[in-house]
């Protein structure tokens, strides 16, 4: 039988932990009037764990639209990050975006054009490390537009990006048909994932 001492407290404690933390944060995403992210999962990453024992745990929050657009047509989606989300030590380290859909018009063989960008509107941090912020396809395949800042480090050297800023994804359809009349509109997905970081508070 195992000693008391080496039962998992310490992971149900950071479960607990983990799970106030992803409600405290809908809370106040929610009561800014801001976005309607919902926690998908949170998660607990430990790095660097060394003498100064430094640590950062993450947490994903995801978003999704739908919406058809006429030929010629656009949509701007914006997630909206007030002051008080950082509240707590919270920095947003990257953001995916996934744009899907799919050829509805009946006996239709030529999918439509979508084009995407990415941006940040309202504040300016440092540039990311990596991104992808435009994207466009003819055949019905998944775009991807991501942007993806440096892992938090001890030093801090990473000047983030400071509430309130929007998240910005603009979408476009170009209707493409073999068939004169037959197709005028696409039904567009649009899934959003923001990974945020803070260091862990022991
Ligand atoms: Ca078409
Ligand atoms: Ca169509």
Redesign the pocket.
């Known amino acids: 039988m195992l000693n008391e001492d080496f039962k998992p407290k310490t992971l149900e404690k950071e479960k607990d932990f983990l799970i106030l933390v992803s409600v405290s944060v809908l809370f106040i995403i929610l009561h800014a009037g801001a976005v309607l992210f919902s926690p998908s999962f949170a998660d607990s990453t430990n790095t660097g764990a060394g003498p100064s024992e430094f640590m950062t745990e993450n947490i994903t929050l995801t978003d999704t639209w739908n919406f058809v657009l006429q030929d010629g047509g656009s949509e701007s989606v914006n997630s909206a990050f007030q002051e008080n989300w950082s509240a707590d030590g919270w920095i947003l380290t990257s953001v995916i975006v996934e744009i899907s859909y799919d050829?509805t018009?009946t006996g239709?063989g030529?999918?439509?054009t979508v084009s995407a960008e990415l941006m940040i509107t309202g504040d300016s941090g440092d540039e990311p490390v990596t991104s992808t912020t435009s994207g466009s396809v003819s055949d019905c395949s998944l775009i991807i537009l991501e942007m993806r800042w440096q892992d938090l480090t001890e030093e801090l050297d990473v000047d983030y990006l400071q509430p309130p800023f929007e998240i910005e994804t603009d979408v476009s359809l170009n209707?493409?048909?073999t068939i004169p009349f037959n197709?005028n509109d696409?039904q567009i997905d649009v899934s959003i994932e923001v990974i945020m970081s803070r260091v862990q508070v022991n």
Do not use: F
């Open positions: 050829e018009a239709d030529d999918c439509d209707v493409d048909s197709d696409e």
